[in-house]
């Protein structure tokens, strides 16, 4: 029998990964998560690599956090991509080259992502993967990570309605704006910040930022991302990836924002990941004819759990 140990190549080392890494990522993602159905018994289940600009958006995002594995030769071994969001931390996504699993590598690799969002002063730690995937759950439990809600996906199909857009305001207004979401999240989850996303989407051109006004100001907003995920794919899907509104009375009206720009967008439909600890937007989504497609199970850390907002309701992808 070989040992775990002998499986892992000579002269390993780390390093952060870069933009001229998004080829061989790709390559490398699109075989282990093809490879990780297949081991589900799904075999005829082929994950198409992604979009090179949400690859961008990702490592961009995360900075530091985006790290990779590589050989003596430099040819990549696994990757870890570790996003904070002020207070909130969380990996995604991750993967070993199908021919290492069973080497040790990936406990390193998620204990390594552990580590720099403590590091960060991240209170929340977390993760999300496949609920069937007992692999998956069985080996992120034995690394202190404890199962929470379900995440559900919802759809929506876009429509003619009113939305204000981030992009359509002006520097001063649009900067005003930027401070007033910040707030808005410090009321609602004290410590979680969103801005860098919003403003990376904007400067990459894959979203826009959903505004939800009022006469008090912003009551609410929804970060999206209108770029296709799957490398070649035409833009078929708005994807909402951070979402906050002050009170869940608000929610209805943003989602109808939201199948609005979808349809400014060109899209045909939006794409919510719906979180259990919300049940009112749940029930919302679900009465008004929402599409359930799919569900993750969203993970944390011991010690570094979410809080859930009393009020308001909170959305935040752990998922590009």
Known sequence: MTAASDLRPRGIHTRQLTAADIGPLNLMFSDA????????????VHVPPLNPAIWRYAIDGAGEGASCWVDERDE???????????????????????????????KEVVTRGIEYLRQRGCTVIG???????????????????????????????AHRARCVLLSQLGVAEAEGALRECAALMQRLQPGVDFTREILLTRALGVGDTVLLTGRDGIRGFALCHAAPLIEGRTRDELRVLKLSVGDAMEFGPLLTAIGGY????????????????????????????????????RMTLTGYAEHVSERGIVFSNWEI
């Open 33 to 44: 998560f093809s490879d990780r159905y297949r081991r589900d018994g799904l075999a005829g």
């Open 76 to 106: 990549l071994l696994a990757f870890n991509v570790a996003h904070q969001s002020g207070t909130e931390g969380w990996m995604g996504p991750l993967a070993v080259r199908p021919d290492l699993q069973g080497s040790g590598l990936g």
């Open 127 to 157: 993760i999300e993967t496949m609920p069937r995937t007992l692999d998956n759950i069985g080996f992120y439990g034995r690394l202190g990570f404890v199962p929470s809600r379900l995440t559900v996906t919802f759809t929506v199909e």
């Open 262 to 297: 979808a349809r400014i967008a060109g899209t045909s439909r939006a794409a919510l990941r719906v979180q259990g600890d919300y049940p009112d937007a749940y029930r919302h989504l679900a009465a008004s004819g929402a599409r359930v497609r799919w569900t993750d199970l």
